[in-house]
Nanobody, 131 residues
Framework: QPQLVESGGGVVQPGGSLRLSCAASGFTGPPFTHYAIGWFRQTPGQGLEGVACLSMTDPALNTGNTYYKQAVKGRFTVSRDKTKMTAYLQMDSLNSEDTAVYYC????????????????WGRGAQVTVSS
C-alpha cells in the first residue's frame, strides 16, 4: 500500500526556516520514480492550496519540472533524494501567512499544483510561524 509520511514541521519565528520531508514507501507498481510530488497547505476553513511540486522522474530538476505558487517563489525550494524515496520542501523567510498544515501528495506523471490531480496523500505536518 503506497504511503507518504511528512516530517519536519514545527514552530518557527518570522523570518526563520524549516525543511519538510515527504518519505514514500509501498510504491511498487509503478515505482515511485514514475510519480510527481506536490506540496499543499491548508488553514482552518480554507481549501487545499498548491504550494510547490516536482518531478521524481526526470534526471534533474529544473524550471520545467518544478512549479511554485507565486507567493512562495524565491522563498521555498523543492528537492528530492530518489535513493531515499524522499522529497523535500525547504521553506525560508517564513511569515505568519505560511502558517498551515502542509501535505505532500503523489500522482503518476507530471507535477501540477492542483490537489484534485493527486492520488496519494500524507497525513500532514503543522507549520506555525509565530513570534
Amino acid at each position: 500500500q503506497p504511503q507518504l509520511v511528512e516530517s519536519g514541521g514545527g514552530v518557527v519565528q518570522p523570518g526563520g526556516s524549516l525543511r519538510l520531508s515527504c518519505a514514500a514507501s509501498g510504491f511498487t507498481g509503478p515505482p515511485f520514480t514514475h510519480y510527481a510530488i506536490g506540496w499543499f497547505r491548508q488553514t482552518p476553513g480554507q481549501g487545499l492550496e498548491g504550494v510547490a511540486c516536482l518531478s521524481m522522474t526526470d534526471p534533474a530538476l529544473n524550471t520545467g519540472n518544478t512549479y511554485y505558487k507565486q507567493a512562495v517563489k524565491g522563498r521555498f525550494t523543492v528537492s528530492r533524494d530518489k535513493t531515499k524515496m524522499t522529497a523535500y520542501l525547504q521553506m525560508d523567510s517564513l511569515n505568519s501567512e505560511d502558517t498551515a498544515v502542509y501535505y505532500c501528495a503523489a500522482r503518476p506523471g507530471v507535477p501540477t499544483l492542483l490537489s484534485t490531480d493527486y492520488e496519494y496523500w500524507g497525513r500532514g505536518a503543522q507549520v506555525t510561524v509565530s513570534s
